[in-house]
């Protein structure tokens, strides 16, 4: 099995030459053994037909299910907020203002359409062998660790510092049943993190706000009490890890 988690960019149609897609790959093992970033939703589904071929669950940092009747946010977003996990709520018109529309929901469309077997699902296992949920990196972050320090919308040096220590605590790990993330794959792809630039930087957020998507459906996979649920298929959903320290 594989667990794929994708950092989506919410831009309907990136500039040339703007690969913000992040896409990372975790194996039973909790090792990063595929990272890359594309730009199109073509180039996003290609990749996972190689990456699906022995089966996956997919976690989508994106809103995957917007009922056409929301006005300011989601109701899985509001349960959201009475957790005090803040999230950026759904708004239809201000997403097509923005951003020209909701990118998850029409990505999700075309893993349907595409017959190969990508289904959206709340539970697991599930009828297909290509389940795909949506998560929140921000909030699973705020569950697995506590309070983490923020590395978006901060100064260069506070990014650096804060993404030093996100990568340190993926790699040590979380007790039993939380293993640590093994990211050799991203650490052979970049520079050390002092030496990167500010691009680099939001680039490697990226990557490992992936890994975190990709680590949070590998929970749910292995123990579905390590996850929870939030809302339903019907009106959206957000697959949220249990805290270690309430567990």
Known sequence: MRYIGIDLAWKMVPAPGE???AVVCLDDRARVIYYDRFRTDEEIIEALDRLCSVGCVIGVDAPLVVPPDTRGRRQCEGMLAQMQIHVMPTDPKRFAQWYGGCRGVVLAEKLRERDHGYQLVDR???STGKAVVEV???????RLFGDVPRFKGVPADDRRRALLRLKGLLGAGLP???????????DRRKVEI????????DEFGDALDATVAAYTVMLWDRDGRLCEVVGDLQKGLILMPRSPRAR
Do not use: I
């Not at 929140?136 to 972050?141: C, E, K």
């Not at 002092?194 to 930087?201: E, I, K, V, Y």
């Open 19 to 21: 690969r913000r897609s």
């Open 124 to 126: 697991l296992p599930s």
């Open 136 to 142: 929140y990196p921000t909030g699973s972050w705020k």
């Open 176 to 186: 039993p049943r939380y293993p640590p993330v093994s990211l050799d794959v991203l």
């Open 194 to 201: 002092d030496g990167m630039s500010p691009a680099d930087l």
